[in-house]
C-alpha cells in the first residue's frame, strides 16, 4: 500500500486547510485498517489528528476536534483533511498514515505505513 499527501503549501490565516491522501495498492474500505491523518511541527514531535475507519466512523484529537473533520470517497480510493480557521501555529509537516489499530498517542515513524508528507505553510 502506497499513500500519497496532496494539497495546498500555503494557507492563509483563519482559511481552512484541505488535504487529500490518495491511497494505492489496496482499498480504504478493507477490514481492520485505519487511515490517520499525523503533523509534525517545525522543531516538534508527531501530533495525532484524526482517523477514520475502514467502516466509515471516524475519531479526531480533543485538542482539534473543533476545527477538524476527516471524511473519504470510496470511489476515488482517497480520504481528507480539513482544518479550519488556521494560525501560524498550525504550519506543519502534514502526513496521512496507515494503521492496523486506532493510535491516538505514542506515534513513531516507524509504526504504520506513511506518506510523504507535505509541508503546510500557514502565513499572510
Known amino acids: 500500500v502506497q499513500l500519497q499527501e496532496s494539497g495546498p503549501g500555503l494557507v492563509r490565516p483563519s482559511q481552512t486547510l484541505s488535504l487529500t491522501c490518495t491511497v494505492s495498492?489496496?482499498?480504504?474500505?478493507?477490514?481492520?485498517?485505519?487511515w490517520n491523518w499525523i503533523r509534525q511541527p517545525p522543531g516538534k514531535g508527531l501530533e495525532w489528528m484524526g482517523a477514520?475507519?475502514?467502516?466509515?466512523?471516524?475519531y479526531y484529537s480533543p485538542s482539534l476536534k473543533s476545527r477538524t473533520s476527516i471524511s473519504r470517497d470510496t470511489s476515488k480510493n482517497q480520504f481528507t483533511l480539513q482544518l479550519s480557521s488556521v494560525t501560524p501555529g498550525d504550519t506543519a509537516v502534514y502526513y496521512c498514515v496507515r494503521s492496523g489499530v486506532l493510535r491516538t498517542t505514542g506515534w513513531v515513524r516507524e509504526y504504520g505505513t506513511w506518506g510523504q508528507g507535505t509541508q503546510v505553510t500557514v502565513s499572510s
Open positions: 477514520i475507519r475502514a467502516s466509515g466512523t471516524t
Open positions: 495498492g489496496g482499498a480504504i474500505t478493507t477490514y481492520s485498517n485505519v
